[in-house]
């Protein structure tokens, strides 16, 4: 730990390779409203924090392609959470331990105001010429504005004990508890298991190793990438503790882990020192076709997570457009009456809303199609399915609907007891859909709420006030995409239609 040379000639060579977009020629999967690269290939969400009134997402950014490769932090900033800022790219590698990356990391405030960053550096060659050698160690820089535009690195403070390790060794998370800093990342150990690590400090740069937070029983599964850990309070009024992790290895099965890699979370308790005590089973954060590596933080006494939307392992066709990679809404997390973590988007998002048509509610008839927007480039619909009227076997809303016929279907599946989202054709070759399975106390329910977000390029689904949610990418085709109600083989009876333009 010492300050070292730093990174201003990197950072300005990746500001000049980064090939700017023609947002006027990419406009079709391009998103009007979600954040995205301007220029190369994005991923995670790293430093989220709110810093002197302003709010930070930074990301995963290789700005030489439209490929994952040598990971920067892009950045962009904002005073509402709506209006986004870019600012310079934050972090480029430059140092021994960064050299061949700067990976995800977190953001956090020190006792004295100081905004402080926890990465992970990456370089290829571990030494110990096994053939995925990786070395991964934990680093510090610290913003040295208000604005938190430019971060100066004060170099590593966790290395890896590699005897223990099977190369993957990252992605620090840091909070302070009862008087004391911890920092936890993910790791996967010499015999390959995942696992997650607690070290503690009370000066933010001297850090011992704690004891193992989690170990993951899922045998599959090898290293657990991007992990958090944070407190909720029940309907009690007790405090639960949140495990989120993106699991490599997991295996599908039924509608469960159907990506390449899948983020989810345990709700349990914890004690300091203790490792923690999972009361639930694994469960998935969002059921859609492309979400990973989720991040949170607290601001304004709320809990709110980023995701990326993830085309890992699918065609994504806007590398063709020069940009690939874009963050979900944020979301705020919050236990239900059922005990169970919902995620919905924050309030300030509403602001995105410029009109509001509100639809007569009427029955729809079996097998009928009925179009509720001839031109919906970017529309957040709410829609309440009348459960106790509604007879179809399939029933939803029919986004991205474009005329050579493709469409992306999101519906209540009564059979199957699920909400889907189900590419058509807008999937440009990568078809699947993607399931949230009901709850038996949803399918009793009087209504099922959905909120749907359509954006150039993706859908993002919230059914029952966030109890679920399905985020994939969506690629319309040439012409005016539509939106419709469907109903198949019986009645769709609909509560509640609202459309808002964004
Ligand atoms: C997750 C991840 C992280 C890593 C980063 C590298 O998508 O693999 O574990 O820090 O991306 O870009």
Not at 218 to 221: F, G, T
């Given at each position: 730990y010492s300050p070292i040379r730093n990174h201003a000639e990197e950072l300005a060579k990746a500001e000049a390779g980064v090939d700017q977009l023609d947002l006027e020629r990419v406009d079709?999967?391009?998103?009007?409203?979600h954040i995205a690269s301007n220029g190369g290939w994005i991923n995670d969400p790293n430093g989220l924090c709110r810093y002197k009134g302003r709010w930070h997402v930074y990301y995963q950014l290789?700005?030489?392609?439209?490929?994952?490769?040598p990971m920067h932090w892009g950045h962009v900033s904002s005073a509402d959470m709506v209006s986004w800022r870019r600012d310079p790219i934050a972090m480029a590698p430059s140092l021994e331990e960064d050299k061949d990356g700067v990976f995800s990391g977190s953001a956090v405030v020190d006792d004295q105001g100081k905004l402080r960053f926890y990465y992970t550096g990456h370089r290829w060659?571990?030494?110990?010429?096994?053939?995925d050698g990786q070395w991964q160690v934990q680093m510090l820089a610290d913003a040295i504005d208000d604005d938190a535009i430019k971060l100066e690195k004060r170099g590593m403070v966790i290395d890896c004990p590699r005897e223990k390790v099977d190369s993957h060794f990252r992605d620090p998370k840091v909070w302070k508890q009862d008087g004391v800093w911890h920092l936890i990342h993910g790791v996967s150990t010499a015999d390959h298991r995942g696992q997650i690590w607690d070290y503690t400090s009370k000066d933010m740069v001297n850090w011992t190793f704690q004891n193992v937070l989690f170990d993951d029983p899922?045998?599959?599964?090898f290293m657990l990438e991007c992990p958090d850990f944070f407190p909720l309070k029940d309907k009690n009024g007790d405090t639960k503790w949140v495990i989120v992790f993106s699991a490599m290895g997991s295996k599908a099965k039924g509608y469960m882990n159907r990506n390449e890699n899948n983020a989810g979370y345990m709700i349990g308790t914890w004690k300091p020192g203790e490792a923690f005590k999972p009361e639930t089973e694994f469960r998935l954060l969002d059921c859609g076709a492309n979400y990973y590596a989720p991040q949170s933080f607290e601001a304004d006494g709320r809990r709110i997570m980023y995701g990326w939307m993830s085309p890992f392992s699918e065609n994504a066709p806007m590398q063709s457009d020069g940009w690939c990679g874009q963050m979900t809404l944020p979301r705020e997390c919050y236990l239900g009456e059922d005990d169970d973590l919902h995620t919905v988007p924050v309030p300030?998002?509403?602001?995105?809303?410029?009109n509001t048509f509100e639809h007569v509610a009427r029955p729809i008839e079996a097998n009928e199609e009925t179009l509720i927007?001839?031109?919906?480039?970017a529309v957040e619909i709410e829609l309440n399915i009348d459960l106790k009227d509604t007879t179809a076997e399939r029933a939803g809303l029919k986004v991205h609907a474009t005329p050579d016929g493709s469409c992306t279907y999101v519906a209540y599946d009564a059979q199957a007891a699920t909400v889907v989202v189900d590419r058509l054709a807008a999937a440009r070759g990568d078809r699947g859909y993607r399931a949230a399975r009901l709850t038996d106390e949803e399918l009793s329910a009087d209504e099922l709420k959905l909120r749907v977000y359509v954006d150039r390029g993706s859908v993002e689904v919230y059914v029952n006030d966030g109890r679920h949610v399905l985020s994939s990418y969506s690629y319309p085709s040439e012409g005016k995409r539509a939106v419709k109600l469907s109903a198949e083989s019986g009645v769709l009876a609909v509560n509640k239609l609202t459309l808002h333009d964004m």
């Open positions: 079709r999967w391009y998103p009007k409203f290789h700005p030489y392609g439209t490929q994952w490769g060659n571990n030494g110990r010429n096994d053939a899922n045998p599959d599964v300030e998002i509403d602001k995105l809303r410029i927007d001839e031109d919906a480039e």
